[in-house]
């Protein structure tokens, strides 16, 4: 028996993994073998110590195939997997909110001169001037708790949200807030019509050029249909939000394990939603890693910093985000999220300080010396490869 054990396949390596120069990551490959015949990791002689070997193999391409060969009992064996080189690498952060129609609907009822003359959209901007936050707004079509629609947005801001799209983008979330889950039947034509109608209103009044790919898909739950639709439809990643996972794998690192490793360590009844028809071992593998190329899908799922700002207290997001940073598995990508309408006196689950949460989300991400990002474009907000 033959198995690579790492990287995994759709693995996504940066130079924390290995060595890394203009041309190639050096990284050092692992895995087991029950055949005493020699092994070939890309055409490289695998050194051995008992049934585990080991290989330096070089990453040329952003996609990378690397294929170990052997023979048992006189029968060739191999097993082939593809992972990812992020070139050039850095840390980076993407900032994206959910859910919007609350300042949307206020702007259409009161017209004021400006976009930045309401507090909400004055206040994300204030953040952007102070750490140069780039933020996506993720849109529904309907307002589900005071009467509105997107087509009565007016056009008259164009040019401001065309003038404001270096920071600010616009992008689809879904139809409206309820149902919960819209988007889990397998036929996916109501969540591709659904994405065309607020692309098409978006582009009407803030400019092709405001809309961005989204990242995420309310409640970040899709069929596998609907994935696979909006991969080919142009959207290149996708959070994920698995619940339990967080509690799960602390646990097992609490005990000096790493949980991708600890399989019998990690109480997987606790795990629950996992988003995206992922399985148990990809939410493992996404909390500690962080990103998973799905080469089937031609996307990359990825997990957050467990600091969504409307669930987390201040202290409690720089807490979170204290573990994130100091994560010993060589991240450099963090998701930053969080919902509107906590924002809104008006809304009944108000969260007086929510700005300030955002801002503090910010800082001590910016402080950390992540940029600024959208993970829609490039691999993941890193553009080297483009």
């Not at 017209?111 to 849109?139: E, M, Q, V």
């Not at 708790?145 to 979330?173: A, G, I, M, T, V």
Request: net charge neutral.
């Amino acid at each position: 028996m033959l198995k690579i054990t790492y990287p995994r396949h759709g693995a996504i390596l940066n130079r924390n993994q290995g060595q890394e120069t203009a041309e190639a990551l050096r990284i050092t490959v692992t895995g087991t073998s029950t055949s005493a015949a020699p092994i070939l990791v890309n055409g490289v002689a695998a050194k051995r110590q008992g049934q585990i070997f080991s290989a330096d193999v070089d990453l040329k391409a952003k996609f990378n195939t690397i294929t170990a060969t052997t023979s048992d009992n006189g029968k060739p064996c191999s097993q082939e997997i593809r992972v990812v080189w992020d070139k050039k690498s850095f840390p980076r952060y993407n900032f994206y909110i959910d859910d919007h129609s609350f300042f949307l609907t206020d702007i259409a009822k009161q017209r004021p001169a400006s976009l930045f003359d309401h507090f909400y959209l004055k206040g994300l901007r204030d953040i952007h001037r102070k750490l140069g936050t780039k933020f996506t707004l993720n849109l529904f079509y309907r307002n589900d708790h005071h009467p509105f629609e997107l087509k009565d947005f007016p056009d008259c801001y164009r040019q401001e949200w065309l003038d404001n799209r270096d920071w600010l983008r616009l992008s689809f979330h879904a139809y409206s807030e309820f149902p919960d889950r819209p988007y889990t039947d397998p036929d996916p034509t109501k969540l591709m019509e659904d994405f065309a109608l607020l692309k098409k209103e978006i582009t009407r009044f803030a400019g092709a050029e405001t809309f961005i790919q989204p990242v995420v898909i309310h409640w970040a739950v899709t069929s596998r249909e609907g994935v696979l639709a909006l991969a080919k439809n142009g959207m290149p990643a996708f959070s994920t939000g698995i619940r339990g996972v967080k509690e799960a794998c602390e646990k097992a690192i609490a005990k000096g394990l790493n949980p991708v490793d600890a399989v019998t360590e990690i109480d997987r009844s606790a795990i629950s939603d996992i988003s995206y028809f992922r399985t148990m071992d990809d939410a493992i593998y996404l909390y500690c890693y962080k990103k998973l190329y799905d080469f089937d899908i031609g996307a990359i799922f990825f997990s957050g910093t467990n600091t969504c700002c409307n669930l987390y207290t201040q202290e409690q997001i720089a807490a979170n985000l204290k573990i994130a940073f100091n994560a010993p598995f060589g991240n450099e990508t963090f998701s930053l999220a969080t919902h509107e309408q906590y924002t809104f006196t008006y809304y009944k689950n108000y969260i007086p300080d929510h700005l300030e949460r955002i801002e503090l989300a910010a800082r001590l991400t910016t402080e950390h010396g992540a940029k600024p990002v959208y993970f829609a474009e490039g691999l993941l907000g890193n553009t080297a490869w483009d």
